[in-house]
């Protein structure tokens, strides 16, 4: 529950400040460490004392605790708007590093994180390397040289987000790793190579489809939505 304090600078931020830059966050809660952590939830009132202190921070952005009331008080949807605001500062954030969301030439890649005021260990969810798609995948292997790295990557992440969004069993794709190994009579997943992988990246995508009867999603502004919610 916001104290009044909280209340109260919510009001002098403005009904428009929903999502802040990092950067944003630092400026405006400057000498305020009790407020940011109530508005922007620990990780993200974290990121603006590193920045302040002047640590170089990858940008990003965070979206203030309120709207995680008015999601619940919208029957669990994203309030009116928001998306669109966050959309919005994405767009500054791929200009800053010449990457673009989605892009198969050079495709930005995105960990989305929940946070709270207090700390909670084991409790928050975390969605790393969001934007990778069928496509993405092959430009992250021709801009890194590294193809093993990026189909490892895609796995990964198909597995994490099935898991923290679309509420898939992780311990399911742990099993088909698993089998994998086993068939080719491997131990470590360095072993793997990268037509084992993309085996992998299949099997896990017919999973996701015969259990929540649709396909992964490959549009990237559908994962990052899917991911805020």
Not at 202 to 223: H, I, L, M, S
Request: neutral net charge.
């Amino acid at each position: 529950m916001l104290t009044t304090e909280a209340a109260d600078s919510t009001t002098e931020l403005g009904e428009d400040k929903r999502v802040l830059l990092f950067q944003q966050g630092a400026d405006l809660f400057a000498g305020k460490r009790t407020l940011m952590r109530e508005l922007l939830g620990g990780k993200g009132a974290g990121l603006c004392e590193m920045i302040a202190t002047g640590v170089n921070v990858p940008p990003g952005m965070t979206i203030m605790t309120s709207q995680c009331r008015e999601y619940y008080k919208n029957g669990g949807k994203l309030p009116s708007g928001l998306f669109e605001e966050v959309k919005a500062l994405l767009a500054s954030i791929e200009e800053r590093l010449a990457r673009k969301l989605g892009c198969t030439d050079k495709p930005l890649l995105l960990s989305v994180r929940s946070g709270a005021k207090f700390s909670m260990p084991g409790m928050m969810d975390t969605v790393l390397n969001l934007g990778m798609n069928d496509k993405t995948v092959e430009a992250l292997a021709r801009s890194t040289g590294n193809a093993r790295f990026a189909w490892d990557s895609y796995r990964r992440f198909i597995q994490m987000y099935s898991n923290v969004v679309l509420d898939l069993s992780k311990e399911r794709f742990e099993d088909m790793l698993h089998d994998k190994k086993e068939s080719l009579r491997i131990s470590n997943d360095t072993d793997l190579t990268v037509e084992n992988l993309q085996d992998l990246v299949n099997q896990y995508k017919a999973f996701v489809k015969r259990e929540r009867k649709g396909d992964f999603p490959q549009c990237t502004a559908d994962q990052l939505r899917g991911a805020i919610e």
